[in-house]
């Protein structure tokens, strides 16, 4: 049998006031007009149970407050209460109607969310993931949520005529297959747990080999096929090494005579040469700075001096000068009484005579310091150049000891350098081609820890992949009988509903899809035709049937928003949809639940089931005024 999913109520909260509706009945039609709401509705249902993105209208996100949705899902009935405000939304309030106790808040995404508590309910836990099955795949597969399982309960407007749970969306097959067998246990969690598993090592094995590619490659440039060869040139390089070390040692040997006493007496006198050298060419560097300090201070003396003789001069000139006027205040000072010996424009004691001419002191000073640095000047120029004579001879001493130890060494030593050059290159090479060979062996070393390593994972995945295997084939006698059902019923469901263009029809059991004429449906009916919409009716039907007969964990809850889409309401099809749909839900009373969305209904329809008519003065969320025909967006015409 299914599983217990069934909505009991639904009710909104808006600006205005509450809009409830109640859903008794195993088959509840939501009728009227294009506009009115009835997509809406079902989008906020979607919305409450967090099963991914909701399309809503803008009145629901500006009038609507909450959602509460009444729901009996297994064994036990909630109330699940959800906040369209951005904040609020990220919780869901719970309450066990069977007890009345308040349960704790569930996020809508994380840990312990409301997808937690919805799989819990419905016998699945939260960590599965849907690992891909054929392809070389090597990742663990994404998990599986209440979502991806709601797509089996919902099939909205805007996908009824195009595809079947978005089997067009190559990268969502995965999931898609392993929720179909999780609901109708033709796998369970174990499986799907050792899959993903299976794909993990996959990845691991490729890694693995791609780096002992790696090391192969390089192992080949190496001109080494294997570890022994290795083995062999590195004990050959290290023969050639003790071998070079060996030679260099015995040319060490037979160079240390050759520096005899003589050569060492002349690099002695070089020594000695380059040191007096040395000191020579600081004596002249210091004589010059000298000169120049010399220089520096005797133009300064000299200016000075200079000085002082333009002071003297021009102080003969004004003594010879007779003021009548004071240069200051330009006042008379002829009118004036002064003394013998005075001066008449300061009328202080004279004791310069004009004619007299005597040097001062300090000149005489400044000359004596002039005659003073001339002599020594002169005195360092000497030793100047007595210091550079000498600097011209060391230089020529430095150069002919030079010449003769150079001499005596090409002549001793020159015709050893070759051998020693040559060995000091076969050693350098042969230490150089011993790291080589110990890294290639480290290398080899490596080779045969990853392909243990690779040896290890496959044997671990082959018994992965056996204890799959063991574990499907005890579901095997089960799958057959589930697909076979299902086969068979979609065959009789769809030649009941006489679809246009449809010919035979028949079950993909590997990809849990239609086959029209022969064919995944999607390559032969056209997508947005009424033929898919009659398709789409015959599938989902036949899978609320079989899972009904079978022992399944599929919910018994199935929302169909416009099963007539597209099609022609006064054909066969139309009325044989709705037939198909009375069958489903009079088989076996309160087994399965049908929430159906549509424009109108059939004229025969029974009167026995739930009926809930809309229109624009009474539309779904009936507290908030219609603005008319005409005057909303419809969520069904934005194309997915």
């Known amino acids: 049998m299914s599983i217990e999913f069934r909505l009991n109520s639904v009710r909104l909260y808006t600006t205005e006031g509450i809009a409830s509706y109640e859903f008794e009945s195993d088959l509840t ?46 064994d036990g009935q909630f109330l699940i209460s959800r906040s369209l405000d951005s904040a609020k939304s990220k919780n869901v309030r719970i309450t066990d109607l069977q007890t009345g106790e308040r349960l704790p808040d569930r996020p809508v995404d994380g840990e312990s969310s409301l997808n937690t508590f919805l799989l819990d309910k419905l016998g699945l836990p939260d960590n599965i ?25 919902y099939i909205p407007q805007y996908a009824i005529n195009r595809d079947i749970a978005d089997s067009r969306e190559g990268y969502y097959d995965p999931k898609r297959k392993a929720v179909f067998e999780l609901l109708f246990k033709l796998t369970d969690p174990g499986i799907l747990a050792l899959q ?55 040319l060490r040997e037979e160079l240390d005579p050759v520096v005899d006493r003589q050569t060492q007496a002349y690099r002695d006198l070089l020594t ?23 220089g520096l201070e005797r133009r300064r003396v000299a200016a000075d001096h200079a000085r002082l003789e333009r002071m003297r001069d021009a102080g003969a000139r004004l003594a010879n000068i007779e003021f009548s006027v004071c240069p200051r205040c330009m006042q008379s000072v002829k009118n004036r009484p002064v003394e013998e010996d005075a001066c008449r424009l300061c009328l202080q004691p004279d004791p310069v005579s004009p004619g007299q001419a005597a040097d001062t002191y300090e000149l005489q000073q400044l000359e ?46 020159t015709p050893r350098l070759q051998a020693f050059s040559d060995a000091s290159d076969r050693l350098a090479t042969s230490r150089t081609r011993q790291e080589y060979f110990e890294m290639a062996l480290q290398q080899w070393d490596r080779v045969a820890d990853i392909a243990a390593e690779v040896e290890s994972l496959r044997t671990k995945q082959d018994h992965l992949k056996a204890s799959i295997a063991a574990r499907k084939a005890a579901l095997r006698a089960h799958k057959d009988s589930v697909l076979n059902g299902i086969e068979e019923e979609f065959r009789r ?49 036949t899978l609320m049937s ?42 076996t009373p309160g ?29 779904t969320i009936s507290t908030i005024r219609h603005p008319g025909r005409g005057r909303v967006d419809v969520i069904a015409s934005v194309d997915e």
Not at 131 to 147: D, L, N, Y
Not at 505 to 530: C, H, Q, W
Request: net charge negative; hydrophobic share 40%; aromatic share 6%.
């Open 272 to 294: 000695d040469a380059e040191r007096s050298l040395a000191e020579a060419r600081g004596a002249v560097l210091a004589l010059a700075r000298e000169r120049d300090e010399i």
């Open 29 to 74: 039609v939501l009728e009227g007009p294009t506009g009115v709401g009835k997509t809406t509705l079902l989008e906020l249902i979607k919305y409450g149970f967090g099963a991914g993105d909701a399309r809503l209208a803008s009145v629901a996100t500006e009038a609507v407050h909450d959602v509460a949705l009444d729901a009996s899902i297994g």
């Open 546 to 587: 079989v899972a009904r007969d079978h022992d399944t964990r599929y919910p018994s809850l199935l929302i169909i928003d416009g099963p007539r889409l597209a099609l022609n309401t006064a054909t066969e099809t139309c009325a044989a949809i709705y037939g198909r749909l009375v069958d489903g839900v009079s088989e």
């Open 129 to 153: 993931l849907a690992a891909a099955q054929k392809s070389k795949s090597s990742k663990p597969g994404s998990r599986v949520t209440f979502g991806d399982i709601f797509k089996y309960m």
């Open 368 to 413: 004596l310091q002039l005659s003073e640095m001339d002599a020594q000047q002169e005195v360092t120029e000497q030793q100047a150049a007595k210091a550079e004579r000498a600097v011209a001879d060391r230089e020529s001493l430095v150069k002919n000891l030079t010449e003769t130890l150079e001499a005596r060494t090409s002549q001793r030593i």
């Open 493 to 541: 469901t769809v030649s009941s509903l006489e679809i246009a263009t449809v010919e035979t029809a028949g079950f993909d059991r590997e990809n849990y899809l239609p086959l029209i004429n022969g064919k995944v449906f999607t390559k032969t009916l056209m997508s947005g035709g009424g033929s898919m919409t009659a398709t789409q009716i015959a599938y989902w039907t």
């Open 196 to 250: 993903s598993e299976v794909n993990v090592l996959n990845g691991k094995i490729d890694t693995a080999d791609e780096h002992l590619n790696t090391i192969l490659g390089f192992l080949s440039d190496s001109n080494t096929s294997s570890r022994e060869e290795v083995e062999q040139s590195l004990q050959e390089a290290a023969a050639e090494q003790d071998r070079a070390q060996e030679e260099l040692d015995l």
């Open 591 to 619: 087994a399965v639940q049908f929430v159906v969305s549509d424009n109108e209904l059939p004229e025969d329809y029974p009167g026995d089931f739930a009926r809930i008519e809309f229109n624009y003065q009474n539309p």
